[in-house]
């Protein structure tokens, strides 16, 4: 297990050997949540890093990663823990079976930790051989109100109550990180709970230090090419700009079909890595796309 960074050059350090790259700004406040032990909440457009975040600390911090992945209708049973009723019907009829069992030993053992499953909330706040796992609440958007009022008792207090066992509490906090794609507003007090950063689309200089530590073996060049042309695309009026995620995934591509240099053609033929609504990949095919190509490659011109 690795210490806690004490310093935010250290936090910075910290991510780039895991080749996440970040913005001073993002690296200050990640050092601020790991130092006080807040929730840290990170909003942003999809692909922007948020996500990766989390497992970059863990891998980077020897944590476990705990992910509780949000969606519509995600309640409390689901996020904590559920009972496993096939195994306890067995052993109910097992009981039945041999006659003349005692129903409150039976009770006692049923609503045992046996016959517990434990959900990500759980999972976090029980003792890790490794330290205090990295606890990943992705996409909390998703979720609906009712539950963010739930997760307000758990990430003020750090527990989680189940009613046949009680209130479990963690001897000590996870490190836990939640994201929002932004596609409601987050109760006020949730956010107050946690530290707060927008993660943005990064400028073209981290970009490119981005793509050099996520896909080192592309070409100088080349590398430069993807990230002004990915650059001149999220100017445009798109309905899904793309994120560093599709930067990285796009530079793997061309890597995989030998390119050296991008071209109009190689561009329609790749567009699918990029953008991922048809209506914006037909707005840029063609001419728009050599157009792009073309102002893209004036400004990498030295003047």
């Excluded at 406040?29 to 840290?40: E, H, T, W």
Aim: one cysteine or more.
């Amino acid at each position: 297990m690795t210490a806690l960074p004490d310093t935010i050059d250290a936090t910075e350090t910290l991510l780039a050997g895991q080749g996440y790259i970040a913005a001073r700004a993002l690296a200050t406040v990640v050092f601020l949540a790991l130092k006080l032990g807040r929730p840290l909440f990170l909003e942003g457009e999809a692909g922007t890093g948020k996500t990766e975040i989390a497992k970059t600390l863990a891998a980077a911090l020897g944590r476990r990663l705990i992910r509780l992945q949000c969606y519509e209708g995600l309640d409390a049973a689901s996020a904590v823990a559920e009972w496993n009723f096939a195994a306890q019907m067995v052993a109910i009829r097992a009981a039945e079976a041999e006659g003349g069992a005692d129903r409150n030993l039976l009770k006692s053992e049923l609503f045992s930790e046996d016959y517990l499953i434990a959900r990500p909330l759980l999972e976090a706040m029980r003792p890790q051989v490794e330290g205090p796992p990295v606890l990943l609440i992705d996409e909390v958007d998703r979720t609906d109100e009712p539950f963010e009022a739930f997760l307000l008792e758990a990430l003020s207090d750090f527990q989680v109550t189940i009613p046949e066992l009680g209130t479990i509490r963690a001897p000590e906090p996870p490190i836990v990180i939640l994201t929002s794609n932004r596609t409601r507003e987050v109760h006020d007090a949730l956010k107050r709970r946690c530290l707060y950063h927008w993660v943005d689309y990064p400028g073209f200089a981290r970009e490119l230090d981005i793509l050099r530590a996520r896909a080192p073996e592309a070409q100088e060049a080349l590398s430069r090419e993807i990230v002004g042309f990915v650059q001149k695309l999220r100017q445009e009026d798109l309905f899904k700009k793309p994120g560093v995620a599709e930067t990285i995934d796009w530079a793997k591509c061309l890597l995989a079909l030998d390119v050296i240099s991008l071209s109009p053609e190689v561009i329609a033929d790749t567009l699918g890595a990029i953008l991922k609504y048809q209506d914006d990949i037909q707005k840029i095919q063609g001419s728009e796309a050599k157009r792009l190509l073309d102002e893209m490659k004036k400004d990498l011109t030295p003047a």
